[in-house]
């Protein structure tokens, strides 16, 4: 993607900006560093962030080291973080959701079309025409590449700004906004609650929140996972042992798999019941292979899921804040990142690490 030209053009209509700090990667083999982005000077409708936290999400890892260049080719420099929270320093005069002192949150859109059947349908991120992404996204506005949450601010369009509710920790909170929402939408849509059971394949962010949604929803929730010391789950299986992934043979309603590696659909799907489903929200970047009979035997369904819609965060942001929900996280300084990377490669993180961003301060 090059969006260079767009970037000439569009910065005379919009020139005011103002220089953030960020941590940025250079190319998909170097590590992250200090860069300044420039980010627009708030328009009506514009809600300017401090960012106080922003979580680390594998998506940041799979897209600094372009390693979805078949789908999404990485813009360098990359400044990725899309599980912002902060407190609202600035807002356009038209600005009605939040004020000046508010603690909000951006997630994984910064903008969407807003006319599509999708859009109009609270499901942005399945938007049918420009859909802008946090960071690696195009920016309508100044042109050129959307820089995201390792930074020390941003400014978004109101509508996709998400009120934190009072009385959540605000680091913990920050991973709700990728890991809590992308499993909070598949667990809703396909109505996972009481009576069923659940399984949760991968520990890491996205699992641990999965699994505190699916347990909060009131099933009976397994964890298949490779780390056997890992738990937290009614049962753990450990998925390297296929004995006894075969003792839970056709058994489950439904799984859901975030594992961010390449590894066995398979196993998993001869484990769901007769008309179960087993959704994908983790994203490797090689195509997988599925044995047709492990679907047809039992009517069973492989689906995916992206990320949510704006209203279905709010609706989990504020489900979070009557439960208490929050990610279980270290929190680290921006100059650990790149060590950081490499403990996610080895999923030892319990389970989310979070940027404290006065580190770049
Ligand atoms: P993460 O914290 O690194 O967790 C991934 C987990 O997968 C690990 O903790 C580990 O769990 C398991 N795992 C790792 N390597 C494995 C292997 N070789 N075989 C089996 N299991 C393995 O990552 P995350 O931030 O939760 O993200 C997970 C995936 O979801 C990434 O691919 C990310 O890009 C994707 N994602 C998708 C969406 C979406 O909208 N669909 C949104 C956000 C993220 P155990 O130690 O328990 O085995
Ligand atoms: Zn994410
Ligand atoms: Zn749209």
Known sequence: MDYTAAKATKESSHPVTFPSKAFAARSATSDLGPFTVQRRAPRAQDVQIEILYCGVCHSDLHQVRDEWNAIMPTVYPCVPGHEIVGRVVKVGNAVKKVKEGDIA?????????????????????????????TYNGEDKVLGGV????????????EAFVLRVPNGLDAAGAAPLLCAGITTYSPLRQWKVGKGQKVGIVGLGGLGHMGLKFAKAFGAHVALFTTSPKKSGADEVIVSTDSAAMQKHAASFHFILDAVSADHDLNAYLQLLKLDGTMTLVGAPPKPREVDSFKLIMKRRRLAGSAIGGIRKTQEMLNFCGEKGITADIELIQIQQINQAYERLLKSDVKYRFVIDMASLR
């Open 105 to 133: 949150a951006v997630g994984c859109l910064v903008d969407s079309c807003r006319t599509c059947a999708s859009c109009l349908a609270g499901e942005e991120q399945y938007c049918e025409n420009t859909m802008t992404l």
């Open 146 to 157: 959307t820089y995201g949450g390792y930074s020390d601010s941003v400014v978004v369009d």
